[in-house]
């Protein structure tokens, strides 16, 4: 499986958790990782995303100052740190990869999703008291 997203769980409202996603089978300076999350009755979110190349990173109006997103270069892991959670960011989390051309690839958007080309499972984030 090229992509592997856990750690997702229960918190409380202020609360703090870590996802990570690993990924395998890439040429990972090739690529982004975005985090995408998904509430039941609500369209996909973009959240945040990594320039594996440079380590250019990209977030959602909704989670800029909360979510950091970050690379490990040794463990071909990309991490979405959350802090301050709300339960409005109760949703499936999912990673994915999006492949970048030469020219493009100090930047990444978490939109259009439709450019991530490939997924992986998604792990469910409960942010409730």
């Known amino acids: 499986v090229p992509l592997q997203a856990y750690g997702g769980g229960l918190v409380q409202p202020g609360g703090s958790l870590r996802l990570s996603c690993v990924v395998s089978g890439f040429t990972l300076d090739q690529y982004a990782i975005g985090w995408f999350r998904q509430a039941p009755g609500k369209e996909r979110e973009g959240v945040a995303c990594i320039s594996w190349y440079v380590g250019s990173t990209y977030y959602a109006d909704s989670v800029k100052g909360r979510y950091t997103i970050s690379r490990d270069d040794a463990k071909n892991t990309v991490y979405l740190q959350m802090n301050s959670l709300k339960p409005e960011d109760t949703a499936v989390y999912y990673c994915?990869?999006?492949?970048?051309?030469?020219?493009?690839?100090?930047?990444?958007?978490?939109?259009?999703?439709?450019?991530?080309?490939?997924w992986g499972q998604g792990t469910l984030v409960t942010v409730s008291s």
């Open positions: 994915a990869a999006d492949y970048r051309p030469p020219a493009l690839r100090r930047s990444c958007y978490v939109f259009p999703a439709g450019n991530y080309g490939h």
